[in-house]
């Protein structure tokens, strides 16, 4: 377990996450919307009776908003006691990877480098090992 | 009607408490046994040894409550000689363990007739305590361990079924709550799929009874995490019987309602402010006995404590007779501790008074006592009850008891809500919150715009008026119909209300409320999420918190302030007119006077009760007042008098006791002639006879000793036996007449002077301005000029002294 990796495309970059971290993956409908929440907060949706916020990292990373489009896969996670979901722009593969967590190398834009945990070589690319748990958390806002 | 129980406990209770003790006990006992063969193995150890001896003292504790004095003596016996090892006055050996062992079989033998019959077998149990009184002996060394006679585990499996009632770890209780609603909601889908797929009429039926069926599940499911509210109370007698002996004061404990029930959790929640309150009632609301007296008031008081379901919400009542809270002390306090300032103080409406009591570190006590008033109080108890959604209401009568509500949700998790259309998306109010609802372009609303903010005015009364839409930051939905368009007339809390405006109303129904994530929270708009039956979540409004998001001021002092005034006032005189005093007379039967007119309840000793001018009357104080009996009570001791109050003067009317103050029926079968008795009313299905004020008020009017001076004043001369004073006084003063006798000293001249014997030697020197009515003692006149009045024609002798003065009211 410890080894295996959920490869996902999030925010317009693919990104290995623990996949003990993780709860499941699923597909959403339209999310119910939530007026007056942080701009990540894409909605809520039940899910086997239990309702789950659906995180948006487009924001986290401090890139504008995506739309929710029904039949988007998402990754189920717990953090706290609640659920929360982050919208996937796609989901590749679970596998074993043997490689090493590194230390990031290189500078980051600053959204990710907040929620990088490491890097990890797979199948000849360099991957983000993110932490799903910092993207229910906004950075302080900048002053738009 | 309630209850009476002094001290008591119903039977419910106790089976309750004593399948609970049942229990218990009996995973203790078999703890016990356990513990001890481990502790004989190594008598050393002293940490085993204190648990046992805590595990005796449980049992002997719950037994001593439950009243079960076979358990509580073997258990004592049993404590006594573990605490002489502990105290190292008696050496652990084998015999010692068998003892205490042999008690701890003959325990569990109890117990299980006790689970059996419902009752303590009776029995002697001398043998077993006996032998473990007596010191060691040393034949007792050579004892077999094996030979310990201990309870094998089903034996226990199979007794604790017989008391028919399991005990479940709570989280387990909620993973079935959650399994069921997922199954709940995976039908809804199902349903969804079966009416789009159209399938056969027989599927659906077959569907059908299996959504039958999971209705029922639910329903069970949520039944189970209930209790009865009985457990709650269940403590409660014992407190009240300790604190009332500590402090020296005889209060009767009641309790009503106890089948009601409630979440579990809640009831956590609720109980240490509701014993909290209780004590408080004993300690600061009930005065001393001597105070009691005083005030008129019965010298036992009434602590009750009541509960009831109305909707989705319990309301527990707990109603003293007490001295109630003086609003006026209330402030006093608040600006000596400094929590105020004079000139706040005088800005303070009634209620807002009463409501300091809420304030932090504020105690009522005038001084701090060993109960409470140590600062610690209503504050703690207002936030544990708000803590769970909760409201504390004070319904004070200074000088006749205190009340108080605490109204709480029956669940944590299930409120009754209202569904509402804003934005194009459903949210979700709680019913509890909401007051009424109307369309907003109904006739009975008036919208405003007033420098840029909204007021809705409905009948006259005047909210502020929050768009929903605005608030949450969106715009209306294209789609929405103007005519939906909805006022919700929210009240979030005590004092404050608002409308709120809302694209549609949808329904309501029973909502299993879950907390929304921190940062939804964080919003202050919502109050949590939802999920009903079409599977879409859908968040609850914070009612409170819109208000400050709005920012906008919902209180409602100084806004329609003379309606609500008036409102109130009339309905304390309804209250006040429509109730019914109920007592239990002399002769034993119940009879009722409407409160209104009873001035108090006096207790008297006999002896105040004296008979003057052929009429009983009672001295009080300093003050006589005429009492409505025949006789002078014979006995000896003390008798109960209702004061009967008409404005001007009082009337006693004695009683045997006070039963109860009720709400007087509508219903009343009037007497046929005028009397003491006006009517009947039925009164929880019995008869009572109804106490026409009017008519005792107009018997005795006349007697008031505090006649105005304008009733002619009429002077006996020459009563030299006592006839004038003792037969003739009254019917004068009955008459309208103040009478005083020959020997009293004349401050004022008689109007007219009655000579009660006819050759009126000392009626001689009265000149001819004051008018003289001589009386005789043979009923012929003794010729046509005769003026003289037989004295027992009391027609005549009233004319007569109406022609001489002109007054009187014959």
């Known amino acids: 377990m410890e080894k295996l990796y959920l490869i996902a495309r999030i925010a317009d970059t693919r990104v290995a996450l623990r996949s003990r971290a993780i709860n499941s993956v699923v597909t959403v409908g339209i999310p119910v919307e939530v007026p007056g929440a942080p701009p990540h907060v894409a909605g809520l949706f039940a899910l086997r009776s239990r309702v789950f916020t659906l995180i948006d990292p487009h924001v986290v990373i401090g890139l504008p908003p995506v739309p929710v489009a029904s039949g988007q896969r998402v990754i189920v996670v717990d953090v706290a006691d609640h659920g929360y979901a982050l919208l996937a722009d796609a989901i590749e593969d679970v596998c074993f990877i043997e490689a090493p967590e590194t230390r990031v190398a290189g500078k980051l834009l600053p959204g990710w480098a907040r929620v990088a945990d490491g890097m990890i070589e797979h199948q000849g690319a360099s991957l983000l090992v993110v932490d799903p748990s910092h993207f229910i958390t906004l950075p302080v806002m900048k002053a738009a | 009607?309630?209850?009476?129980?002094?001290?008591?406990?119903?039977?419910?209770?106790?089976?309750?408490?004593?399948?609970?003790?049942?229990?218990?006990?009996?995973?203790?006992?078999?703890?016990?046994?356990?513990?001890?063969?481990?502790?004989?193995?190594?008598?050393?150890?002293?940490?085993?040894?204190?648990?046992?001896?805590?595990?005796?003292?449980?049992?002997?504790?719950?037994?001593?409550?439950?009243?079960?004095?076979?358990?509580?003596?073997?258990?004592?016996?049993?404590?006594?000689?573990?605490?002489?090892?502990?105290?190292?006055?008696?050496?652990?050996?084998?015999?010692?363990?068998?003892?205490?062992?042999?008690?701890?079989?003959?325990?569990?033998?109890?117990?299980?007739?006790?689970?059996?019959?419902?009752?303590?077998?009776?029995?002697?149990?001398?043998?077993?305590?006996?032998?473990?009184?007596?010191?060691?002996?040393?034949?007792?060394?050579?004892?077999?361990?094996?030979?310990?006679?201990?309870?094998?585990?089903?034996?226990f499996q199979s007794e604790l079924q017989s008391w028919r009632s399991i005990r479940v770890p709570l989280p387990l209780l909620d993973s079935v709550m959650t399994g069921v609603t997922d199954i709940v909601l995976a039908r809804n889908e199902f349903a969804r799929m079966l009416r789009e797929s159209g399938a056969s009429p027989t599927v659906i039926a077959s569907f059908d009874r299996l959504s039958d069926s999971i209705a029922g599940m639910r329903q069970s499911v949520s039944q189970m995490r209930m209790q009865r509210i009985d457990k709650l109370f269940a403590p409660l007698p014992r407190i009240v019987r300790d604190l009332a002996q500590d402090m020296g004061k005889k209060i009767a404990f009641q309790t009503s309602g106890g089948e009601v029930e409630l979440d579990r959790e809640m009831m956590e929640n609720i109980r240490d402010p509701l014993i909290h309150i209780v004590r408080n009632a004993i300690d600061h609301g009930i005065e001393a006995l001597e105070d009691r007296v005083a005030a008129g008031k019965d010298i036992t008081a009434t602590i009750s404590v009541s509960a009831r379901q109305s909707g989705n919400q319990i309301e527990i009542e707990i109603r003293d007779d007490g001295r109630g809270i003086s609003p006026d002390a209330l402030v006093a306090k608040a600006i000596a501790s400094r929590a105020i300032t004079a000139a706040e103080a005088r800005t303070l409406s009634a209620k807002d008074k009463l409501e300091l009591v809420f304030r932090p570190g504020f105690s009522t006590a005038a001084k701090v006592t060993e109960v409470s008033g140590r600062g610690v109080g209503m504050d703690i108890v207002k936030a544990n009850v708000e803590k769970i959604g909760g409201v504390v209401e004070l319904r004070n009568d200074e000088g006749r008891g205190l009340t108080i509500l605490l109204r709480v949700p029956m669940t944590l998790t299930i409120i009754s809500g209202l569904m509402v259309r804003a934005a194009g998306q459903y949210f979700a109010i709680p019913r509890g919150a909401v007051r009424e609802i109307l369309l907003e372009n109904g006739d009975t609303v008036r919208i405003d715009r007033v420098g840029g903010g909204e007021l809705a005015t409905v009948r006259g009364e005047q909210?502020?008026?929050?768009?929903?839409?605005?608030?949450?930051?969106?715009?209306?939905?294209?789609?929405?119909?103007?005519?939906?368009?909805?006022?919700?007339?929210?009240?979030?809390?005590?004092?404050?209300?608002?409308?709120?405006?809302?694209?549609?109303?949808?329904?309501?129904?029973?909502l299993v409320i879950k907390p929304a994530a921190p940062m939804i929270m964080a919003t202050g708009l919502y109050a949590g999420t939802t999920l009903p039956d079409n599977g879409r979540p859908v968040l609850l409004l914070?009612?409170?918190?819109?208000?400050?998001?709005?920012?906008?001021?919902?209180?409602?002092?100084?806004?329609?302030?003379?309606?609500?005034?008036?409102?109130?006032?009339?309905?304390?005189?309804?209250?006040?007119?429509?109730?019914?005093?109920?007592?239990?007379?002399?002769?034993?039967?119940?009879?009722?006077?409407?409160?209104?007119?009873?001035?108090?309840?006096?207790?008297?000793?006999?002896?105040?009760?004296?008979?003057?001018?052929?009429?009983?009357?009672?001295?009080?104080?300093?003050?006589?007042?005429?009492?409505?009996?025949?006789?002078?009570?014979?006995?000896?001791?003390?008798?109960?008098?209702?004061?009967?109050?008409?404005?001007?003067?009082?009337?006693?009317?004695?009683?045997?006791?006070?039963?109860?103050?009720?709400?007087?029926?509508?219903?009343?079968?009037p007497s046929a002639a005028p009397g003491l008795i006006a009517g009947v009313v039925l009164v929880s299905g019995e008869p009572v006879e109804l106490i026409d004020p009017f008519w005792l008020m107009a018997q005795y009017a006349a007697l008031d000793g505090d006649a105005a001076p304008n009733q002619p004043l009429c002077r006996l001369a020459d009563d030299d036996d006592g006839w004038g004073s003792n037969f003739l006084a009254p019917i004068l003063r009955n008459a309208g007449y103040r009478v005083v006798s020959g020997d009293d000293a004349a401050d004022e001249a008689p109007d007219v002077l009655l000579c009660l014997t006819e050759d009126g030697a000392s009626c001689a020197h009265v000149g001819d301005e004051i008018p003289v009515i001589r009386l005789r003692s043979a009923v012929a006149a003794a010729g046509p000029d005769d003026e003289t009045v037989y004295r027992y024609d009391r027609q005549a002798l009233l004319d007569a002294l109406a022609r001489r003065v002109g007054g009187g009211r014959a």
């Open chain 2, 1 to 155: 009607m309630v209850q009476l129980q002094f001290l008591g406990r119903t039977g419910t209770v106790i089976d309750d408490l004593l399948n609970d003790f049942l229990a218990e006990t009996a995973e203790i006992l078999a703890d016990a046994g356990g513990a001890l063969v481990a502790w004989e193995a190594d008598p050393t150890d002293r940490a085993q040894l204190d648990a046992i001896f805590r595990l005796v003292h449980t049992i002997k504790g719950s037994s001593g409550f439950l009243a079960l004095p076979r358990v509580t003596a073997l258990s004592h016996a049993a404590e006594d000689a573990l605490d002489q090892v502990r105290r190292g006055n008696r050496t652990a050996n084998a015999a010692l363990v068998t003892r205490v062992l042999a008690i701890i079989d003959r325990l569990h033998t109890l117990c299980t007739a006790l689970g059996r019959g419902g009752f303590e077998p009776s029995g002697d149990d001398g043998d077993v305590i006996a032998a473990l009184a007596e010191q060691d002996s040393p034949s007792d060394t050579g004892y077999d361990v094996a030979g310990v006679p201990l309870r094998r585990d089903d034996d």
């Open chain 2, 542 to 669: 914070d009612v409170q918190g819109l208000v400050a998001a709005a920012a906008i001021d919902a209180t409602e002092t100084g806004r329609n302030h003379d309606q609500m005034a008036a409102a109130e006032a009339q309905a304390n005189a309804a209250r006040n007119a429509a109730q019914l005093l109920l007592f239990r007379d002399t002769n034993g039967r119940v009879r009722g006077v409407r409160l209104s007119v009873i001035e108090r309840v006096e207790e008297i000793p006999a002896s105040a009760l004296f008979e003057s001018a052929g009429h009983v009357q009672a001295q009080i104080g300093d003050e006589i007042f005429p009492v409505h009996t025949a006789n002078l009570p014979e006995a000896e001791g003390s008798l109960k008098l209702l004061r009967l109050f008409d404005g001007q003067s009082v009337l006693c009317y004695p009683i045997a006791e006070v039963i109860d103050i009720v709400r007087l029926p509508d219903a009343v079968q």
């Open chain 2, 463 to 510: 909210y502020p008026l929050l768009r929903l839409e605005t608030v949450l930051g969106r715009e209306a939905s294209d789609d929405d119909d103007v005519d939906d368009r909805a006022l919700v007339i929210v009240r979030p809390g005590q004092g404050q209300s608002y409308a709120l405006s809302v694209a549609a109303i949808h329904d309501h129904e029973e």
